[in-house]
């Protein structure tokens, strides 16, 4: 790819946008206030904005390998705690994708260096449902189940923390799991029961907010 195309690109890009609005870029610096707080995968087929056909500013994003929400990165969890409090956004999209390259490398047998740890999380995901995944013969259906089990497990870790807890019980924020086919372009919504969820993590994850 020649990067100079990226600002010939951009040029193009605010002559369309200029064109339907003058002063579309005067009201976006204005500032951001986005409904849904997005987790997507970093895979660059999986662009938040493309898929659900958003514009700036209407989405906080949030992107890393296989979509994970793990309580000890301080990314994600900055990011969250700025989209809940500050932004006030109303619902959290945990969004995976089939054939992710981040689940398929957590289920192989290899030194990954700097990626064993954060994988480890999706061979977590793995150890607690391996009976059902066990159970499926075909390789490529086992790794895209693995996927969206690994979305449920992440919106369970968002139910885990106080700020979500807290804006699910005060406000009536919404937690919500996706998984994208990229084959078919086509967004699936997982429809999760969060609010079993929730209640049946109470007994242990109970923050009391």
């Not at 005067?26 to 707080?37: M, S, T, V």
């Not at 449902?129 to 159970?135: D, F, G, P, Q």
């Not at 499926?136 to 923390?161: A, F, G, M, P, W």
Request: proline share 2%; with cysteine; aromatic share 6%.
């Amino acid at each position: 790819m020649d990067i100079s195309k990226v600002f010939a690109n951009n040029e193009k890009w605010i002559e369309s946008k200029l064109e339907k609005d003058p002063n579309y870029f005067k009201e976006l610096a204005k500032g951001q206030n986005p409904d849904i707080l997005y987790v997507g995968c970093s895979d660059s087929r999986v662009t938040a904005e493309d898929l659900m056909g958003v514009q700036p500013g209407e989405v906080f994003v949030h992107r890393n390998i296989a979509n994970m929400v793990i309580s000890i990165d301080l990314n994600v969890m900055s990011v969250l705690n700025y989209a809940v409090e500050n932004l006030k956004v109303d619902h959290i999209v945990i969004c995976g994708h089939y054939e992710c390259g981040g689940v398929k490398a957590a289920m192989n047998a290899a030194d990954l260096g700097i990626l064993n740890p954060w994988l480890r999380n999706i061979r977590d995901v793995y150890r607690i449902h391996r009976v059902e995944l066990n159970a499926i013969e075909d390789e490529s259906n086992r790794y895209n189940r693995l996927v969206e089990l690994n979305v449920q497990e992440q919106c369970v870790n968002l139910l885990k923390t106080a700020v979500v807890q807290k804006a699910v019980r005060k406000r009536g924020m919404k937690v919500h799991g996706w998984v994208f086919d990229v084959s078919k372009g086509r967004l699936i919504d997982l429809k999760l029961d969060i609010d079993h969820i929730l209640n049946e993590i109470t007994e242990i994850y109970d923050l009391g907010v």
